[in-house]
């Protein structure tokens, strides 16, 4: 929308450091919004709430979802997140905001951004930031108007010397793109604007989440200034039969180095990934390709977002994620929402729903073909009590406890080494979908090399657990490696959604060891194959193996045995909102 030069002279007037008159927002019904300190004050400690994490970023209780506009600013980590103040479901929602100087232990503030202007009425939905010159964050979000149509709004940092940006401020303008018949964009398909990116014509460009039909599209838009957005003819990318494309992000990678990149930066030694969460399944495929600054389009190299034989940053529970570089490591850090798999009403009880992964740092694989994770290495400061597990032989049929850790509360990392391949189970041509593979071939099914890894969150006598495995099968002239997190007997709880979930992990057996990470968090259970090439998050909710009563098994079903080595830390409590 075209905006008057005294407006924009306002704007750009504070950027330098001028006295601007504050606006007063049109609408006040969120002024009764409750403080931190008032939400938080009726909160029971974790004394009987046996899944309340140790480590993982929730507020005390109530709903939270997406990732909103992380960002590092003078040396302090931002996060901010969907959150609804006043119930454990889904409404209201705002932007919570917390920060970290290690992104472990995180600091709440007061909601930054609130429904208080027409364009954001009935709720300020996800957004990014985007550092301006001269260091100057600033967040595009969704907010929902009067009519219930979803546009893009700007707000930025009322005060730029407090290093918090506890407070924001919206630009009177707002909303700076609106769908309308003339832009042919669906109002209840345009949502979460990525982190805008500068090109060489000095053009600033950003993409927002839509579909024509069943197409999910990037719809991109061009800003000399960064308040007048207009609409490219084409969208950055699209994909048929895919439905709405939720939360995209778009961000360029190293060829030739684990170092993030500023999202602006082009070049020949750099690819570009492209994320879409998918509405329709609630997963999340990135693609890795080229950007075509010249037509202003993403071609990805090969496979695409619309097939479950594309790449996901994880096969488990994990959704609505998002990038930021991290200037102050030069790392592109993930972070990814990871809902409940209990009942609404089990929500709802317990007074909460939702929490965040552990962010993860993110870089280009060599081979070119994929993208690696790895968790933060802060985390590593919350180890204690380590356990060295000795080198040995794992027998077929056997279980091996791993003894003096928290089980509920920890950080295990094992290498498994195979001397004899040829016991491989031989691949079936239509074993192409390794979820399926993993709950057909769970962790009680025999086979020849595998099943073999851990059992974690497990009770005594193995009642319930969590089982995270390998198997590997032989194709043609090639080993397959599959990767299992099977929920089946997490929980004597019926009412949990217990989703086995796989992954085929491109290792090579033959030359490579075969690494399993797992961050074990009352709860929850994050597993990285491969040092990162496959990554697996399962939520679950064992009724036995709680708190003191959890216990961590290194087990081999298969019939060949397999070489141990490795290590296993309890992880402290972290001091989280």
């Given at each position: 929308?075209?905006?008057?030069?005294?407006?924009?002279y306002?704007?750009?007037?504070?950027?330098?450091g001028?006295?601007?008159?504050?606006?007063?927002?049109?609408?006040q019904?969120?002024?009764?919004?409750?403080?931190?300190?008032q939400?938080?004050?009726?909160?029971?400690?974790?004394?009987?709430?046996?899944?309340?994490?140790g480590?993982?970023?929730?507020?005390?209780?109530?709903?939270?979802?997406?990732?909103?506009?992380?960002l590092i600013?003078?040396?302090?980590?931002?996060?901010?997140?969907?959150?609804?103040?006043?119930?454990?479901?889904?409404?209201?929602?705002?932007?919570?905001?917390?920060t970290?100087?290690?992104?472990?232990?995180?600091?709440?503030?007061?909601?930054?951004?609130?429904?208080?202007?027409p364009?954001?009425?009935n709720?300020?939905?996800?957004?990014s930031?985007?550092?301006l010159?001269?260091?100057?964050?600033v967040?595009?979000?969704?907010?929902i108007?009067?009519q219930?149509r979803?546009v893009?709004?700007?707000?930025?940092?009322?005060?730029?010397?407090?290093?918090?940006?506890?407070?924001?401020?919206k630009?009177?303008?707002?909303?700076?793109?609106?769908?309308?018949?003339?832009?042919?964009?669906?109002?209840?398909?345009?949502?979460d604007?990525?982190?805008?990116?500068?090109?060489?014509?000095?053009?600033?460009?950003v993409?927002?989440?839509?579909?024509?039909?069943?197409?999910?599209?990037?719809?991109?838009?061009?800003?000399?200034?960064?308040?007048n957005?207009?609409k490219?003819?084409?969208?950055l990318?699209s994909a048929?039969?895919t439905?709405?494309?939720e939360?995209?992000?778009?961000?360029?990678?190293s060829?030739?180095?684990q170092n993030?990149?500023?999202?602006?930066?082009?070049?020949?030694?750099?690819?570009?990934?492209?994320?879409?969460?998918?509405?329709?399944?609630?997963?999340?495929?990135y693609t890795?390709?080229?950007?075509n600054?010249?037509?202003?389009?993403y071609?990805?190299?090969?496979?695409?977002?619309?097939?479950?034989?594309?790449l996901?940053?994880?096969?488990?529970?994990?959704y609505?994620?998002?990038?930021?570089?991290?200037?102050?490591?030069n790392?592109?850090?993930?972070?990814?929402?990871i809902?409940?798999?209990?009942?609404?009403?089990?929500?709802?009880?317990?007074?909460w729903?939702?929490?965040?992964?552990i962010?993860?740092?993110?870089?280009?694989d060599?081979?070119?073909?994929?993208?690696?994770?790895?968790?933060?290495?802060?985390i590593?400061k919350?180890r204690?009590?380590?356990?060295?597990?000795?080198?040995?032989?794992?027998?077929?049929?056997?279980?091996?406890e791993?003894?003096g850790?928290t089980?509920?509360?920890a950080d295990?990392?094992?290498?498994?080494?195979?001397s004899?391949?040829?016991?491989?189970?031989?691949l079936?041509?239509s074993?192409?979908?390794?979820?399926?593979?993993?709950s057909?071939?769970?962790?009680?099914?025999?086979?020849?090399?595998?099943?073999?890894?851990?059992?974690?969150?497990?009770?005594?006598g193995l009642?319930?657990?969590t089982?995270?495995?390998?198997?590997?099968f032989?194709?043609?002239?090639?080993?397959?490696?599959l990767?299992?997190?099977?929920?089946?007997?997490?929980s004597?709880?019926?009412d949990?959604?217990?989703t086995?979930y796989?992954?085929?992990?491109?290792?090579?057996?033959?030359?490579?060891?075969?690494?399993?990470?797992?961050?074990?968090?009352?709860?929850?259970?994050?597993?990285?194959?491969?040092?990162?090439?496959?990554?697996?998050?399962?939520?679950?909710?064992?009724?036995l193996?709680?708190?003191g009563?959890?216990?961590?098994?290194a087990f081999?079903?298969?019939?060949?045995?397999?070489?141990?080595?490795?290590?296993?830390?309890s992880?402290k409590?972290a001091?989280?909102?």
């Amino acid at each position: 929308m075209a905006i008057s030069s005294p407006l924009l002279y306002c704007f750009l007037s504070l950027w330098l450091g001028l006295a601007v008159h504050q606006l007063e927002a049109s609408h006040q019904v969120y002024r009764n919004l409750p403080t931190y300190s008032q939400l938080t004050s009726s909160h029971h400690h974790l004394v009987n709430e046996p899944y309340r994490t140790g480590y993982h970023f929730q507020p005390p209780k109530n709903w939270i979802n997406d990732p909103n506009g992380p960002l590092i600013y003078k040396g302090i980590y931002h996060f901010f997140y969907q959150y609804n103040p006043l119930d454990a479901v889904w409404g209201n929602i705002v932007w919570a905001h917390s920060t970290s100087t290690d992104l472990v232990n995180w600091t709440p503030h007061d909601a930054a951004i609130y429904p208080s202007q027409p364009s954001d009425i009935n709720g300020c939905w996800s957004g990014s930031a985007t550092i301006l010159p001269g260091g100057k964050p600033v967040m595009l979000y969704t907010g929902i108007d009067p009519q219930n149509r979803q546009v893009q709004n700007l707000a930025y940092p009322k005060n730029l010397s407090d290093p918090f940006l506890r407070e924001w401020t919206k630009i009177p303008q707002n909303p700076l793109m609106a769908p309308s018949q003339a832009n042919q964009i669906n109002a209840s398909s345009f949502r979460d604007p990525t982190t805008a990116w500068l090109g060489p014509d000095k053009k600033w460009r950003v993409i927002i989440g839509g579909k024509t039909n069943q197409t999910g599209e990037a719809i991109l838009y061009r800003s000399k200034d960064f308040l007048n957005w207009v609409k490219a003819k084409q969208p950055l990318h699209s994909a048929e039969k895919t439905g709405m494309w939720e939360c995209p992000d778009f961000f360029p990678v190293s060829i030739h180095s684990q170092n993030g990149l500023d999202t602006s930066k082009i070049g020949p030694n750099v690819k570009h990934v492209f994320k879409v969460s998918l509405d329709n399944t609630r997963r999340e495929y990135y693609t890795i390709g080229t950007y075509n600054i010249d037509k202003d389009i993403y071609i990805p190299d090969k496979g695409s977002v619309e097939s479950d034989s594309g790449l996901r940053y994880d096969y488990g529970k994990f959704y609505a994620s998002k990038t930021f570089f991290d200037s102050s490591k030069n790392r592109r850090i993930l972070w990814g929402w990871i809902n409940e798999s209990s009942t609404v009403e089990d929500d709802i009880k317990k007074g909460w729903s939702g929490l965040q992964a552990i962010p993860r740092t993110l870089w280009l694989d060599k081979s070119g073909k994929q993208l690696v994770q790895w968790p933060v290495v802060e985390i590593e400061k919350l180890r204690e009590k380590e356990v060295k597990l000795p080198s040995s032989v794992l027998k077929g049929g056997s279980v091996h406890e791993v003894l003096g850790v928290t089980a509920a509360q920890a950080d295990v990392e094992i290498t498994f080494g195979i001397s004899d391949l040829k016991k491989a189970e031989v691949l079936d041509p239509s074993w192409t979908n390794p979820q399926l593979l993993c709950s057909q071939k769970g962790a009680s099914v025999k086979g020849g090399l595998g099943p073999f890894g851990l059992l974690v969150l497990a009770s005594k006598g193995l009642k319930e657990y969590t089982s995270v495995f390998y198997r590997i099968f032989k194709d043609h002239n090639k080993h397959v490696v599959l990767l299992c997190s099977d929920q089946s007997r997490s929980s004597l709880n019926k009412d949990n959604d217990k989703t086995t979930y796989g992954a085929f992990v491109n290792v090579d057996p033959l030359h490579e060891k075969l690494s399993l990470r797992s961050l074990i968090d009352h709860s929850i259970v994050e597993s990285f194959g491969g040092e990162g090439k496959a990554c697996i998050t399962a939520r679950v909710y064992p009724t036995l193996a709680i708190n003191g009563d959890a216990h961590l098994y290194a087990f081999n079903y298969g019939t060949e045995d397999v070489k141990i080595t490795g290590s296993a830390c309890s992880l402290k409590t972290a001091k989280i909102n």
